[in-house]
């Protein structure tokens, strides 16, 4: 596969995603993904197909705008203007022609897990530009300790092994502890129970019946008249 046939594959995987047109910044940043994840599953050890540098608001690559533009002048991919739904400026959408023939991720041997993790991302951010790019930013390994102009390195790409972790073996309890716990904790529960009762009191029938009188309607005296209060 080439890095045009790698173009055309993220456009093919937005379209099946329902996700088409991109916008030239998500389809750039879904290219840098994909070399995130291509250079995970071989631990680091491979070349990107692009030269990325990180600018202005993460990373880019001019060798990606060039076969872009050459996509383009091919006709194999148009071009729709528009507006930016979250600022309001003009935009520039990016689709395949309706009577080119694709080949997705699957097609060109690239990896399942590798497709399935670019499918997921373009369903999780969709038209959340914000969230791409802070995801792109601050959760991609090439990005950690890179500064404004440097080209990024992807040999710090290493996919976790579960294996690598180390299993943590638990000390056994003893069933003497585990029976002097359980004892201590049910004199806790004794005591704080007649805590309870001392601070709220046994309520009887007479205290049930008080309470009902309470709510019922006032009882007639028959004493009509004023009554005066004295200190």
């Given at each position: 596969m080439?890095?045009?046939?790698?173009?055309?594959?993220?456009?093919?995987e937005?379209?099946?995603?329902?996700?088409?047109?991109?916008?030239?910044?998500s389809?750039?940043?879904?290219l840098?993904?994909?070399?995130?994840?291509?250079?995970?599953e071989c631990?680091?050890?491979?070349?990107?197909?692009?030269?990325?540098?990180?600018?202005h608001y993460?990373?880019?690559?001019?060798?990606v705008?060039?076969?872009?533009d050459?996509?383009?002048?091919?006709?194999?991919i148009?071009?729709?203007?528009?507006?930016?739904?979250?600022?309001?400026?003009?935009?520039?959408?990016?689709?395949?022609?309706?009577?080119q023939?694709?080949?997705?991720?699957?097609?060109?041997?690239?990896?399942?897990?590798?497709?399935?993790?670019?499918?997921?991302?373009?369903?999780?951010?969709?038209?959340?530009?914000?969230?791409?790019?802070?995801?792109?930013?601050?959760?991609?390994?090439p990005?950690?300790?890179?500064?404004?102009?440097?080209?990024?390195?992807?040999?710090?790409?290493?996919?976790?092994?579960?294996?690598?972790y180390?299993?943590?073996q638990?000390?056994?309890?003893?069933?003497?502890a585990?029976?002097?716990?359980?004892?201590?904790?049910?004199?806790?529960?004794?005591?704080?129970?007649?805590?309870?009762?001392?601070?709220?009191?046994s309520?009887?029938q007479?205290?049930?019946e008080g309470l009902?009188?309470?709510d019922?309607?006032?009882?007639?005296?028959g004493?009509e008249g004023?009554?005066?209060?004295?200190?």
């Amino acid at each position: 596969m080439n890095n045009e046939q790698l173009i055309l594959g993220i456009l093919e995987e937005a379209h099946n995603c329902g996700i088409s047109p991109l916008l030239k910044t998500s389809l750039i940043k879904y290219l840098y993904l994909l070399e995130v994840y291509l250079a995970e599953e071989c631990q680091g050890k491979t070349t990107p197909n692009w030269e990325w540098k990180f600018l202005h608001y993460g990373p880019f690559s001019t060798n990606v705008m060039k076969d872009i533009d050459t996509l383009e002048t091919k006709k194999k991919i148009i071009t729709i203007p528009s507006t930016s739904q979250e600022n309001g400026k003009d935009c520039v959408l990016y689709k395949i022609t309706d009577y080119q023939r694709t080949e997705n991720l699957a097609d060109l041997k690239v990896s399942v897990s590798v497709q399935s993790r670019i499918q997921a991302d373009m369903k999780r951010y969709q038209q959340n530009l914000t969230k791409l790019l802070d995801y792109v930013y601050f959760k991609t390994n090439p990005m950690r300790n890179a500064r404004p102009g440097d080209i990024l390195n992807f040999t710090n790409c290493i996919k976790k092994n579960p294996n690598d972790y180390r299993v943590i073996q638990m000390k056994k309890i003893s069933s003497k502890a585990i029976k002097e716990a359980r004892n201590k904790l049910r004199i806790l529960i004794d005591i704080r129970t007649q805590k309870s009762i001392i601070a709220h009191g046994s309520y009887d029938q007479v205290y049930y019946e008080g309470l009902n009188m309470l709510d019922e309607e006032p009882l007639d005296t028959g004493l009509e008249g004023q009554a005066t209060l004295s200190d």
